[in-house]
């Protein structure tokens, strides 16, 4: 057998120095900003420059679920997640590593019957679009997953193509893949100031920690960060972060092909490729913060909620507890293109819960877009003014669908 002995592309030295100019920077080393610079060093504009104040992973992209799910109740995020299930698929063959990606399959539990017609409405959407979910009986449910306890359980819905992945070998498989293309990707560089050159018309000078960069254009790719780098050009961004806790188990034998769901709670439960049982659930709604310490209260709440869907689960050790901020906006949908007054300057930030799974086909379609190519409807439909001036193309509906 043939092994691949070249040297794997490396991220700047922590002493490099900024280069002066720059024809794209993004702001956050992210899965979006670097699924972006992939996407578009790859198709040959390669000066690029990523800027990330921390270690890569170190905001929301390294801190998910690894969900990837095409059960959404709107056409579009259906369509969309489609598209990312099917870059999720091949990643491991394009980019060179191995992301973990397992198909299980999703499984949404409903309590009552106003889940359940919500879960029925959201399939009939799915299947129109080619996704291939159907509804189940609670029995039919444990035969997918027998360690279900489903007392209370109405009804169930499942779509064995969804899938989980392992987060942080998906970020570095793209930062590899942009340095590869002739990106370069600068960690422990933090952008504190943007001075737009002529209203931004000739770009903007990017100040760093690490220097000052002139950039032609720049993408503000910080997750929960973004509302504080538009400020620093005078652009209020609505959406927020809102803490969201996680925690991982031992490794047990694989049993849990699906990643579970119950509507009424927000818990989420899914086993990893290797062996972890992970899982979340919603907490009361807390205040808008970047806290992201851990809590009692969710691992009680976890604890009791998984032992009580799961019986099976009483004596699992947790080993370990985090939290990471979810982006969140009103609508459930990005902010995404130019803030108006503010050219070469572009949003790709307010991915609340999804953004890991949006990251390879947003990755793809901004990408598209910035190399001269095809505009998505997307970068319309979810522009920034949709959120006071409604009017011009018509904006996203509600995505209501969000677990967590
Ligand atoms: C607990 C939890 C579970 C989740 N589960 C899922 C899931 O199952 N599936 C899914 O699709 N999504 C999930 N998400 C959401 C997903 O993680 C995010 O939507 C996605 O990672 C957002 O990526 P991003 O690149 O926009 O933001 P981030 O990953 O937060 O990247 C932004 C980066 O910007 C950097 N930055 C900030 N300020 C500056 C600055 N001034 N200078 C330089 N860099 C800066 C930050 O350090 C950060 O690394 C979950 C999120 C959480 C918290």
Redesign the pocket.
Known sequence: MAFDTAPRPVLEPRDAPLPARADLVI???????LAVAYNLARRGHSDIVV????YLA???????????RQQWATEINIRLMRESVELCRSFAHDLGINVWFRQGGYLFLARTPGETARLTKNLALQNRCGVPTRMLSPAEAQVIVPELDVTGIHAACFNPSDGILFPWPFLWGYAQGAIKYGARVFTF????GLEPDDGGRKGYSVVTSRGTIHARRVLN?????SP??ARLIGVELPNRPVR???CSSEPLKPFLGPMVSLLATGLYVSQSMRGEIVG?VTLPREASTLDMGSSLKFLATYSRQLCRLMPALADLKILRQW?????VTSDGNPILGEPPGRPNFYL??G?????????PVIGKLYAEWLAGGDRHEIFDRCRLDRFDAPGGVEPLAREDFII?
């Open positions: 702001i956050g080393g992210g899965v979006i900003g800027l990330e104040k921390g170190s905001g929301a992209s390294g801190r998910n679920g690894g969900g990837v560089a933090t952008v504190t790719a910080a997750g929960a960060w504080e780098l969201h806790e996680i979340g939290a990471g901020p979810y982006d790709a930030c991915f609340v819960g999804h953004g890991f799974m949006m990251a967590g």
